[in-house]
């Protein structure tokens, strides 16, 4: 699979999101994405109870641990990431989680607004 370039959002190298869980399509602990990559897996952000509550409602459980597949199950807290059509569709509900920029995939802004993705930031000062 190749990937694309590695750049955040912001233009910058893109920062790590998360390894506990090891997230990522990539599963590498980056919202790095490719071709492959069809969900588009490039918003980094810190899940809520409401979020995964919508996210299950949609047909994506994303707090039931799956061992098959070595998924250990999210809870609220965790970092992930999330696909942009997801986020963008929990955004529009008024559930969107909280986003990490400078982890947050170029790749997203196919799908979402920097303006939505900058409401929702963790990591802007």
Request: glycine fraction near 8%; charge should be negative.
């Amino acid at each position: 699979m190749k990937q694309e370039p590695s750049l955040n959002v912001l233009g910058e190298p893109l920062a790590a999101c998360s390894s506990e869980p090891m997230t990522g399509f990539f599963r590498d602990g980056c919202c790095n994405t490719s071709e492959e990559d069809a969900g588009s897996h490039t918003v980094c952000c810190e899940l809520t109870a409401e979020f995964l509550a919508f996210s299950r409602s949609r047909g994506n459980d994303l707090s039931t641990p799956r061992p098959e597949f070595g998924f250990p199950g999210l809870k609220p807290g965790d970092r992930w990431c999330l696909c942009a059509p997801r986020w963008q569709e929990a955004w529009r509900a008024n559930c969107a989680p909280r986003v990490f920029l400078l982890s947050t995939h170029q790749g997203a802004l196919e799908h979402v607004s920097l303006s939505a993705l900058k409401e929702h930031a963790r990591d802007l000062s």
